[in-house]
């Protein structure tokens, strides 16, 4: 028997517990419920995704990529391919941004940084972005206020 889905605005896939602690309690104190699960979960089958998906129908995914690279990202690519996940709206966050676009060329990929703040104005920024169905904000744009300019793609194709 299937269980009832909630729609939870906000999933947060990250690395870290301390990172989708703090996110998930900025994200309540905005009024979005969020749910979280570890990468580690995730890739080992420790959670069942699919299970995961279906009773909370997040609209967008935060998600880490993490060192090594170039296996999280084969991982992201192999997950963003499955039905269940193409039409939501993925933000991507690393701590080193540079090392990442040189492994892998990843683009439009938010930076944060181990401990207090994490970075967090940047990924709440573009949830919000996210869920008003607007273009993300570009990881550089600092105008809060202002419209956001075409953004980069989150997600870095393959031709």
């Known amino acids: 028997m299937s269980r009832p889905t909630t729609r939870t605005p906000v999933a947060i ?3 870290h517990a301390e990172f989708v602690d703090a996110l998930r309690e900025t994200l ?6 969020s749910a979280t699960a570890l990468l580690a979960e995730i890739q080992d089958g ?3 995704l699919v299970a995961f998906l279906e009773v909370h129908d997040p609209r967008v995914i935060v998600y880490d990529l993490p060192r090594p690279f170039e296996r999280h990202w084969n991982f992201l690519r192999l997950l963003r391919q499955t039905d269940v996940l193409q039409k939501r709206t993925w933000i991507l966050t690393t701590t080193d941004r ?3 676009d040189a ?6 990929v938010i930076e944060i940084s181990f401990g207090e703040p994490y970075g967090l104005g940047g990924v709440v920024k573009a949830v919000h972005h996210a869920l008003a169905d607007g273009p993300p904000p ?3 744009d600092r105008s809060l206020g202002q419209p956001a300019k075409p953004a980069k793609p989150l997600i870095h194709e393959d031709p």
């Open 28 to 33: 309540d104190r905005e009024g979005l419920s």
């Open 98 to 100: 540079k090392a990442l």
């Open 13 to 15: 896939f990250n690395s």
């Open 103 to 108: 492994a892998v060329g990843a683009s439009g």
């Open 46 to 48: 420790t959670l069942d």
């Open 138 to 140: 570009r990881p550089d």
